[in-house]
């Protein structure tokens, strides 16, 4: 069976230094791992994706994540985040016919 | 016009009620899949389909139904509302591991 979980439930930083999201996953074979983003009121966005290759992924909005398979991770980083990055993150793992979310990670930028 | 239209964006609905969620792509993907969203618990799989006639049950399917009208359109009813399926809902489809989704249908159970 697969499974993701998100460590922290919610995340404070301040503008300008830097963010680093947890995600753990559980699955059989090497899965596809993706982070999206859903700002308040409004549909998920992919951040980014990884299926093989380069395990450093980047993304849109400065956003790269890290495969670890030895950890099986994918933790998400920003070096600097701006207030626009006040947002839930979910992490996500699947293949090409299922996908299992976590639970999110609620992301609050202060001044 | 968006690859994956969800309709209606909101909607408030009484107990008991039978409500119908529906979902049209633009994408020609087979594969589609209906969500819901709940705080603090992601998003989880209600129900999902390869194609027109494969349709299968995700982890939280009871007190839910699906229709797959066409490779286009797959439509989540709610037979007998209930307020516990107060939630957002999202469909999406999928190809070659790429997910695309709605803009979600909010819905209230009163």
């Known amino acids: 069976a697969q499974s993701v979980t998100q460590p922290d439930i919610h995340i404070t930083v301040s503008e300008g230094a830097s963010l680093e999201l947890r995600c753990n996953y559980s699955y059989g074979a090497t899965p596809y791992l993706f982070w999206y983003v859903q700002s308040p009121g409004q549909g998920l966005q992919l951040l980014l994706k990884y299926f093989s290759g380069d395990t450093l992924v980047q993304g849109i909005k400065g956003f790269e994540a890290e495969f670890k398979r030895s950890q099986s991770s994918f933790n998400l980083r920003k070096p600097s985040v701006h207030w626009s990055d006040a947002a839930e993150y979910f992490c996500a793992v699947g293949n090409d016919y299922k996908l299992s979310f976590g639970a999110g990670t609620t992301v609050t930028v202060r001044a | 016009d968006a690859d994956v239209t969800q309709t209606p964006r909101n909607r408030i609905t009484k107990t008991g009620k039978r409500i119908m969620l529906e979902c049209s792509q633009t994408k020609g993907h087979d594969r589609m899949y209906w969500y819901r969203q709940d705080p603090g618990l992601g998003l989880r799989l209600i129900y999902y389909?390869?194609?027109?006639?494969?349709?299968n049950k995700g982890e939280i399917s009871d007190g839910y139904s699906v229709s797959r009208q066409a490779q286009a359109k797959f439509s989540l009813s709610l037979e007998s509302a209930i307020p516990n399926q107060t939630a957002l809902y999202f469909c999406?489809?999928?190809?070659?591991?790429?997910?695309?989704f709605g803009s979600g249908t909010r819905l209230t159970v009163v």
């Open positions: 999406a489809t999928s190809d070659l591991g790429g997910y695309t």
């Open positions: 389909s390869f194609d027109v006639k494969d349709i």
